[in-house]
């Protein structure tokens, strides 16, 4: 059986092969139209190549490579470079069994720019005319026929002794190179070559060059499995956190690892680490939002890039689905109601009517899923801005580079790539509504110089403008971080914070105010039940309604609607019992929490009591003589209860 990968099988008589292969190479750079004739005597692989150089107009008499790379390139891509941290540590074990072999080895990336070398000084100072050194340029579109390249082009191993490589400079040389494959996804990443002068030719060196790359395979293999495991964690992490919306988590070198499977689906993607997918994230990468497109029921949000360790780990990409309940309330709050009989929220509902039309900054706070957005909502409802824009801006997802554009937008001709007719940023759409700056303290504090500016300036102007627009705009804020705990750290700006914190309120959790929990899920019963086509009169079972009362929701409404949706689902009988629900609650053992057990020991008229206090307290915004007043007892006395009920304020409510 013929071995095409190799040129030479003994090293006897080098000199007259060496010049039975020039007169070929003559004849044909001296006329193509020969390639028939020398479909016999030239290796396939090597014809194949040479034509490619000729029909992609390469100089046969180049005597160099080009450069590629800076070495301050060089040294950026080599920061962040899988494969040179996989390869490096192999070859450098390797050189030492070369020495005296008159051999280099290098390794390239997967455009064939060499990208490191390890020889010894005398071999390279012997290759430096023909710039055989890292971050020169050997594809087969720069240097020719020759080993690097062309085991690129061809993703298979190859060598190329003497006048086989295209360029007569390089007609000293002889050199073995093996493709290494990503993987997972089987594309090429790179190549592994051994390059000599053409006296020191051995026919051994190509089944090296393969067993290094297979070496460097396994070593990435490993790499890989650690990074994905990590993305994957942060991808579970993401599900929770963005419940709402859809999301794609892939690695920097384009591998999807993993993602909502309704996206997956209207993307055409596969939950398969796979060459396919690798394509398609590759143009994802390119030209997002014509990607995006695609999933024509789901809008693209943005697209960063998720650091793990302060290394850049991959991307992240987040959509909003547009049928879905939670984006159609932000379109169309009116038909997603806040629930609410607790005293805490009629409290807080009722400050936010009086401040509504006032134009001073609000903040809220308060754990996730509390209803901090739905609350900012029905405070443009009911302000005299109902009829103006309501705009929301993730504060945590902008993008350091388009923050200026998402901001204060852009005027015509300003990007290439940018809307021909220049794009109003979100200020100027929130002009004259409200603005809400959704996870403020998730932005990085390298942006938020930005956000103080324009609050304090109230005016902007428009990248690529000298025109100012001055803005009036009310402006929400809300985060689950506390805020003044991050300045101390240095993560969130005083002045910032100062702006924003004119009027604040802090939106209770569920568990606070549990006499919302059960109304909260009648209303989310039927809003599902309507959703997926179920007429049935859905209710809680007794247990499941005591369940419900005694587990703490640490995802707070959010995480209520979510275990309903669910139990809805998969419920074929009208009554929900706790089986229904997903399985981390199904299986969730309570235990009867310290207040109750205390609670418990008080007769029904202290009990009583205590609801009153405690009613009070809430609606006069925890003002002590207000209550004692009315209850027609003394401060010290009230103080007293207090202590026996246990009663302290929440992180209430709170109007500077
Ligand atoms: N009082 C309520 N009645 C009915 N649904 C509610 C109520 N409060 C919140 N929700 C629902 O709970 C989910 C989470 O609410 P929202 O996004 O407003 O919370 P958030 O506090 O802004 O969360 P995060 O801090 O994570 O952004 C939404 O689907 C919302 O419709």
Redesign the pocket.
Known sequence: MKNYFLSIFSTQDLHSKVSEIKHKWEKFVTNPSNYTNLQTVVRRQILDSWSRCQSMGINPEQKQARTALTSFELEKLLSKSDLYLAAKPIIDHIYDTLIGTGYLITLNDESGKMIYLKGEPDIMRKMEKMNFSPGMDWSEGAAGTNAIGTSIVSKKPIQVFSAEHFCEGFHPMTCSSSPIFHPYTKNVIGAIDFTGLWPSTQPHTLGLAVSLAQMIEQQLLTVYRTKYRQLEEYYHQCTL?W??HSVLVFSNESVLVDGDPTLLNALNLKKELTFDNHLKIKELLQNPSSFMNKAEEFQFSYLNPIMINKEEMGYIAIFKNKSS??SS?LTHSKE?????ESAE?KNILHKCQQIASINTPIL?T????????????YIHEVSSKSDKPFITINCGAIQKELIGSELFGYESGTFTGGKKEGKKGKFEEANGGIIFL??IGEMPIDLQVHLLRVLQEKEFTRLGSSKTIKIDVKVIA???RNLEAMIEEGLFRKDLFFRLNVISFT?PSLWERKE?IIP?SD??LALFAKKYNKPLPFHLEEKTKNFFLSYKWPG???E??NALEHAVIFSSSAEIEKSHLPDYLASFQTQQSLSEVEHSSFSITEKAEMELIKKLLIQSGWNISAVSKELKIARSTLYRKLIKYNLKEPRSVKVQ
């Open positions: 956190k419940r709402d309940t939670s309330m997603h109601h806040l629930i609410g929220i809220l308060g754990e996730t899923g509390t209803g901090k957005e739905l609350i900012a909502r959704d996870e809300a985060t689950n939106v919302d909260i209303y989310y707070n409404i959010r209520l609607r």
